[in-house]
C-alpha cells in the first residue's frame, strides 16, 4: 500500500514475443530503502546530494508502472513529519516522497524500540528529534527496509550493534555502491539468459 493506495505489482514491460520469454527477468533488485529525515536537507554542496539523486532515480517508475523500478524508496511517516516540521521548502520536498504507515501487527513494538533506543541513545532518549530517530529506525526494520541516513554520530556509527537485532542502516554513498553492484550483477545474469536461449536482453540492460 502507497499513500493509502494499493497497486498491483507488474513486470518490466518487455516488447512482442519476448514477453514469456522474461517472467523471470525483473529489473527490480527486491530491495527497500527508507530515506532518514536529514537527508531532506541535503544541499548541493553536500556530498550526498548526487547519491540522493541516485537513488531518487531508481526509486522512480519510468513508464508509470510499478515493476519497471529499480528499488523501493520510501520515507516512514515519521520520517516524513519530522522533515516537513516548521519549513514549507522541507515540507515540499518530503511530500515528493511516498510514506510508509507501520502498523504493529504482532505485538512486540515497545520492546523492540527500547532495544533501539539502548542503542542509540544507551542514556535514553530524552529529546523529541532523539525519540524521532528511534521510531524512524523501527520502522524502517518492520517495513524490511535499509535506513539511508548521514546520521555517523548515533546510528551509522551503530551499525553492527543494528544489524544484530535486524536493522540495516546505510550512509547515501554506500547506499548507491551496493546498488551499483547488484545492477550488474542483475544486468550480467540477463545477458547470460538472452545469449543462451537466443533472446534479446531486456531493455533496460545497461540503462541503469
Known sequence: MIDGEEYEE???????????????ISRYLGRSYHLDANLVYAK???GDWEHLLQLQKWGRYPDGKIGTRVIDL???EKAQQEAARNDMLRAKKASEHFFIHVVDSFGGEAECKKRIEDILFPLGAKKPKDKNDVTIVYEARQDNAILVTNDRKHILSKRAELEAIG???SSPSDAVREIKSLIEERDRQAREWAKKNRRRRPEWVGKD
Open 167 to 169: 536493522v540495516r542502516v
Open 10 to 24: 507488474v513486470q518490466p514491460a518487455i516488447s512482442g514475443e519476448d514477453q514469456d520469454q522474461h517472467q523471470d
Open 44 to 46: 548541493r554542496r553536500d
Open 74 to 76: 520510501f520515507m516512514s
